[in-house]
T-cell receptor
Framework: ETGVTQTPRHLVMGMTNKKSLKCEQH?????MYWYKQSAKKPLELMFV???????ENNSVPSRFSPECPNSSHLFLHLHTLQPEDSALYLC????????????FGPGTRLTVL | AQKITQTQPGMFVQEKEAVTLDCTYD???????LFWYKQPSSGEMIFLIY??????QNATEGRYSLNFQKARKSANLVISASQLGDSAMYFC?????????????FGTGTRLQVTL
């Protein structure tokens, strides 16, 4: 248990659907991240939020829309996705301090039909 | 730019034996951190161990140790007394200087299979 939860754990959606992924942290840290993990590829950083402000958008298509309403919650809104967007989406929280370790949630496995 | 290279796509080890997973890195930063994560088939990314670039001693966490050779830019993970539950993907990662919104760069991972 890392103190980072993600819902849903699995999601199947059509290309015309709109859905949202949710990340919640109970660690009290200020930096939150979305990563995408596709098969046979390294983790790709998508977005970074620091103190609820987006500080990084790693050239992510606009069909992915993040939202950070408070320091405990991070959302990823999805609309008109493509089959190649099927992947594991991981949320992480940065602990700060000397090590600055990132702790991950269990991920949402997304399948786009 | 930072780069992590893991050259072993897959490794096998017998239960109770030790295994070394290789990781080399490239960075122009003077201060950086190196991490290892374990990812079981369930998908969660589990933090295992951290090594700071200025740490003179190799990091250890239980059965995990990090063989840090700065001049060679390598940060190999050593798992001692392997257990069946160690079967998973293992990722090496690094960040630059600790601070605001520091980012992790990941390698492609090594799949470890522990056999009886």
């Amino acid at each position: 248990e890392t103190g980072v939860t993600q819902t849903p754990r699995h999601l199947v959606m059509g290309m015309t659907n709109k859905k949202s992924l949710k990340c919640e942290q109970h660690l009290g840290h200020n930096a939150m991240y979305w990563y995408k993990q596709s098969a046979k590829k390294p983790l790709e950083l998508m977005f970074v939020y620091n103190f609820k402000e987006q500080t990084e958008n790693n050239s992510v298509p606009s069909r992915f829309s993040p939202e950070c309403p408070n320091s405990s919650h991070l959302f990823l809104h999805l609309h008109t996705l493509q089959p190649e967007d099927s992947a594991l989406y991981l949320c992480a929280v940065r602990a700060g301090g000397l090590e600055d370790t990132q702790y991950f949630g269990p991920g949402t496995r997304l399948t786009v039909l | 730019a930072q780069k992590i290279t893991q050259t072993q796509p897959g490794m096998f080890v017998q239960e109770k034996e030790a295994v070394t997973l290789d990781c080399t890195y490239d960075t122009s930063d003077q201060s950086y951190g190196l991490f290892w994560y374990k990812q079981p088939s369930s998908g969660e990314m589990i933090f295992l161990i951290y090594q700071g670039s200025y740490d003179e001693q190799n990091a250890t966490e239980g059965r995990y140790s990090l063989n840090f050779q700065k001049a060679r830019k390598s940060a190999n993970l050593v798992i001692s007394a392997s257990q069946l539950g160690d079967s998973a993907m293992y990722f090496c990662a690094m960040r630059g200087r600790a601070g605001t919104a520091s980012k992790l760069t990941f390698g492609t991972g090594t799949r470890l299979q522990v056999t009886l």
